[in-house]
């Protein structure tokens, strides 16, 4: 029905604007486990954004641990790999988020994503018990060996180990959407996936920030930034709630378990896209004090919602965010 619904819409944009002045064109599609909407802004260029699916489909088929014969299945299965191409640089970027946030960003979290499955677990389920928990702890921080001479990485993973790019691929991809756009002479758009946000081109963008208590069109806020990467982490995305705690998809690294840092969401926002997206989910495990600190050290900002609604954010981004929802209060210090 989606992609029907999608259609209709693309062609009444199209038949809006005639041979008129240049319009905007919006088209979605499902890559990565998630939606993904490209945006032009001149009917001109609505081609190039079927060539992006194509590259997201072309990505995907490297990099997603849901496809078994992925190159990254295969890594996983053989536990070992010498990688070169996207699927190279994703992990360099990964390692540099990793020891920039002393581990909290953890490339090896697939044992634990596994183990705690949070997609297929309904409300009511229990649980895995503390000693899975810290057979799969150990299984994601130890045993994998990256090495790098330049030319290609080689990778090395024992017994167990398996590779998670879910927190960091959807960034790096939408730096390789812009990167196509832009070759193909596309001036202006804007790349959302799965709520990856990444703006292209001249001018200024108003991005919204999703209310983590609200449904998928909600915000609590508007960034008004240039061209880059806006990422968000929350604990809203996938989770499943058992006696009213809730269990979501991003986990500590130092105790198996979904994160507690007290923060709703973290959005991080600069210029690279693999690392904002990786920064995202460090700064949603290390909670704000940590997080932010982490974010201007990389030379990034964020804004983060904490348990209370209220939002923080580096210094750098406070003039350019607005919050345009009165549950939240945006807190100097
Ligand atoms: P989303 O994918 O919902 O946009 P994130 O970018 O925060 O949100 O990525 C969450 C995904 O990252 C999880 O589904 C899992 O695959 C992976 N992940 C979970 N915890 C960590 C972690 N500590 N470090 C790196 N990746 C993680
Ligand atoms: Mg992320």
């Given at each position: ?127 895995p018990t503390q000693s899975e928990i810290d057979i799969a ?88 930034v240039g061209e880059c990467n806006i990422v968000t982490s ?100």
């Amino acid at each position: 029905m989606k992609r029907i619904g999608t259609a209709i819409l693309y062609t009444l944009t199209v038949m809006l604007v005639g041979c008129g002045a240049p319009q905007r064109v919006d088209r979605n599609s499902f890559h990565m486990g998630t939606w993904v909407v490209i945006s032009v802004y001149n009917t001109r260029h609505a081609k190039y954004i079927e060539e992006c699916f194509t590259l997201l489909a072309n990505l995907e088929a490297e990099v997603s641990t849901n496809i078994p014969d992925s190159a990254i299945s295969r890594l996983n299965s053989s536990g070992q790999a010498r990688l070169q191409g996207d699927l190279a640089d994703i992990l360099r970027a990964a390692k540099l988020v990793s020891d920039a946030s002393g581990g909290a960003f953890n490339i090896g979290v697939l044992p634990l994503q596994r183990l705690w499955d949070v997609q297929n677990r309904l409300d009511g389920e229990q649980p895995p018990t503390q000693s899975e928990i810290d057979i799969a702890r150990e299984l994601s921080t130890t045993g994998i060996d990256i090495s790098d001479d330049g030319d290609a990485l080689d990778v090395q993973l024992q017994k167990g180990r398996g590779l998670d790019l879910g927190g960091i691929a959807k960034g790096y991809a939408g730096d390789r959407c812009a990167g196509q756009l832009k070759e193909n002479g596309v001036n202006r758009a804007l790349i959302n996936i799965g709520g990856n946000v990444r703006t292209v081109g001249d001018g200024e963008f108003r991005v919204g920030l999703r209310n983590p208590r609200g449904r998928a069109e909600d915000l609590f806020g508007l960034v008004t930034v240039g061209e880059c990467n806006i990422v968000t982490s929350g604990d809203y995305e996938r989770y499943f709630q058992t006696d009213g705690i809730r269990y979501h998809h991003i986990y500590d690294p130092e105790t198996g378990k979904p994160a507690r840092s007290g923060l709703l969401s973290a959005t991080a926002i600069g210029e690279n896209g693999a690392f904002a997206d990786g920064l995202s989910t460090a700064i949603f495990v290390m909670g704000r004090e940590e997080g932010l600190a982490l974010a201007v050290n990389m030379g990034y900002d964020a804004v983060v919602v904490t348990e209370d609604y209220k939002v923080y954010c580096t210094e750098n981004i406070r003039a350019s965010l607005e919050i345009v929802n009165d549950e939240f209060e945006l807190v100097s210090d």
